[in-house]
């Protein structure tokens, strides 16, 4: 069973920036789509950014402050967080998908000081 792994999660003070990891622990062929969601306390997990069909999209919350990136081939992909704000504090999840599977990290924590 292939598994995502994040990393770079940490707290940081309002305007800093931090960087996000996911790596896979083996192969996913024909991978689709590659994204990063978030889920802060009491509030629905949300798409951030992803990477689908060579394009990339993000949340409003978010465009021109992050920028995703990903390795169909060596199945990582990365999320550059910058200007960030107490309203970035949640759980930050990294997604992959291919036709028929769908894979999930286990999340790693982003805390924003004010």
């Known amino acids: 069973q292939v598994q995502l792994v994040e990393s770079g999660g940490g707290l940081v003070q309002a305007g800093g920036s931090l960087r996000l990891s996911c790596a896979a622990s083996?192969?996913?062929?024909?991978?689709?789509?590659m994204g990063w969601y978030r889920q802060a306390p009491g509030k629905q997990r949300e798409l951030v950014a992803a990477?689908?069909?060579?394009?990339?999209n993000y949340a409003e919350s978010v465009k021109g402050r992050f920028t995703i990136s990903g390795d169909n081939a060596k199945i990582t992909v990365a999320l550059q967080m910058n200007s960030l704000k107490p309203e970035d504090t949640a759980v930050y999840y990294c997604?992959?998908?291919?036709?028929?599977?769908?894979?999930w990290g286990k999340g790693t924590l982003v805390t924003v000081s004010s």
């Open positions: 997604n992959v998908q291919r036709i028929g599977m769908d894979y």
């Open positions: 083996g192969t996913i062929f024909s991978i689709n789509f």
């Open positions: 990477i689908s069909g060579g394009r990339t």
